[in-house]
């Protein structure tokens, strides 16, 4: 008996929940499954589990119209005519692509698909997994539609974006494309038909682009910082009333859960041979040495506290994930007397609050470009700031 209409697999997280919000919205019968029974009540108690813009107000409407279903059992993906996989293939310490996540996920709820089901995997996969999918469902006899339609959203900008950006279809099914675009078309008219692993590539390669076009940044800034060069002056020169320029970011950061690992999930596809995604790895990756290192030329660190203030991956979100902050933390760990850190939006219990680390810090590093910060004044410290964030430049 079909009691849903979209069971989102894994839905609790910042993918997954979004995206049935904004479908019970469109009138759909949405349940979530997903085995974090603490998420599963924070989410039905009307709360948010990570920083979302405007999605509060959402949930509480979609509570409200007993729209939205919550189950930590896999039974529900039986009573849904439709299945959205919420999980990704990972890379491991080798930096290569991890498969056994992805198969050990489909082997544990294969008892609960049926035949003409249709089953569309949203999170990032490793080019051929959708097809390595749908032959394993043909090998134990399964007639399922597999879709790939990548999730393109920015984290704290979901809501907006599900329904602002183009979304990608693809199907080794025409009723696989067909119900995907129904689906989707509930979000948005503007659709891009594909095949699957052209899908899957398309994901690839947008993330390492964005992935490169930051190593470029980066690498910039250690040559003008090496040359006792303000990088913004440069940088202003470049872009100012330049459209040849105009997609050029500024240095900073660049990780999360999503660019390193796409990144190099499409150096593993391409034999080890993507020698531009390997480089954008070592500058990127680089970054954290790189400014200890230049502090180091100009302080003695043993004897100084130095405090950090970002420690999520990107600005004003409260996710940690491969954040590079939390590198910079390990390597002064080493090198300094203390280390001192603090967020807005991460909950972390080494973290000290904002005044404490400006009151004792002797260095402070802007790790993060939270738009809070731009309101700071700090006076007789020497403070890093590579996205120049107070607009004193970002030389270190």
Not at 55 to 63: G, Q, S
Not at 94 to 115: C, T, W
Request: aromatic share 10%; proline share 4%; hydrophobic share 40%.
């Amino acid at each position: 008996m079909i009691k849903y209409d979209v069971c989102v697999i894994g839905g609790c997280g910042h993918v997954g929940l979004p995206l049935a919000i904004v479908l019970a919205d469109k009138g759909k019968n949405v349940c979530i499954y997903d085995t974090n029974e603490k998420s599963i009540e924070t989410i039905k108690s009307g709360v948010i589990p990570f920083f979302e813009e405007n999605a509060e107000p959402l949930l509480a409407k979609v509570l409200a119209s007993r729209k939205l279903h919550f189950s930590s059992q896999p039974d529900v993906v039986s009573e849904s005519d439709t299945a959205v996989l919420i999980i990704g293939t990972p890379v491991d310490e080798h930096l290569n692509p991890k498969f056994r996540i992805m198969k050990e996920v489909i082997d544990g709820l294969l008892p609960y698909f049926y035949d003409g089901q249709l089953l569309i995997l949203r999170s990032t996969v490793y080019p051929g997994i959708s097809k390595r999918i749908n032959d394993w469902f043909t090998d134990a006899g399964k007639k399922i539609h597999v879709a790939f339609c990548p999730e393109r959203i920015l984290e704290g900008k979901a809501l907006e974006e599900l329904e602002s950006l183009p979304q990608i279809i693809s199907s080794f099914t025409d009723e696989g494309v067909k119900r995907a675009t129904d689906l989707f078309s509930l979000l948005t008219t503007d659709l891009v038909v594909v095949e699957p692993m052209e899908a899957e590539l398309a994901k690839l390669f947008t993330n390492s682009w964005r992935y490169l076009k930051f190593a470029i940044a980066n690498q910039f800034y250690m040559i003008a910082n090496d040359y006792n060069l303000d990088f913004y002056n440069i940088y202003y020169a470049m872009t100012h009333n330049y459209s040849r320029t105009k997609d050029f970011p500024r240095p900073g950061f660049a990780a999360g859960p999503c660019l390193f690992k796409d990144t190099m999930q499409l150096a593993a596809f391409n034999n080890n041979n993507f020698y531009l995604g390997h480089t954008a790895m070592l500058i990127n990756e680089g970054l954290p040495n790189y400014i200890v290192n230049q502090l180091k030329k100009e302080f003695t660190l043993s004897e100084m506290k130095v405090g950090i203030l970002g420690m999520a991956f990107k600005a004003e979100s409260d996710d940690i994930r491969e954040s590079l902050s939390y590198k910079l933390k390990k390597i002064l760990d080493i090198e300094s007397k203390k280390v001192l850190c603090a967020d807005p939006y991460v909950k972390d219990a080494s973290l000290v609050d904002e005044s404490t680390v400006l009151q004792e810090s002797d260095i402070i590093i802007m790790a993060v470009p939270h738009k809070k910060y731009k309101e700071l004044k700090i006076e007789n410290k020497k403070v890093v700031d590579i996205w120049n964030m107070l607009n004193n430049g970002g030389k270190i």
